[in-house]
């Protein structure tokens, strides 16, 4: 499945529940002005076309364009990946967070393999 951008009014629909089914998304933040944000985007693209993950919904938000959303989600800089299980309501949503590696990886902070594992765990 592609990566798809995603407006803050897309992301607050699935945060919501206002989905039209139960969904698993991955979402990853970015930044324009952040180097490893545009290196991670080919390694994040490559999982999200793995057919292990075709029932997963694979996002993009650009942080840019709504500033307080890593203090709404409690993380803090970018890039950042989270999963989020989306209920229809009145289930909360499950949110998570990627934590921050032991040891980052230069180019692009993450590696394919931390997304990967992350996404294992949390699905």
Known sequence: MAVNRISI????????????????????F???HCDMC???KDYYEDISNKNEYE??????????SYPNIEKQLSFN?????SLI???V??????????????????????????IKSFIEREK
């Open 9 to 28: 009014e897309g992301l607050r629909k699935i945060i919501a529940g206002n989905v039209k089914e139960d969904a698993t998304c991955v979402v990853k």
């Open 30 to 32: 970015y930044s324009n």
């Open 38 to 40: 545009h290196n991670l």
């Open 55 to 64: 029932n997963i919904h694979f996002y993009a938000f650009n942080v840019d």
């Open 77 to 81: 800089g970018v890039p950042t990946i």
């Open 85 to 87: 299980k989306a209920y």
């Open 89 to 114: 309501s009145p289930r909360r949503p499950k949110i998570r967070i990627l934590d921050d590696p032991e040891k980052p990886n230069e180019k692009t902070w993450y590696t394919t393999r931390d």
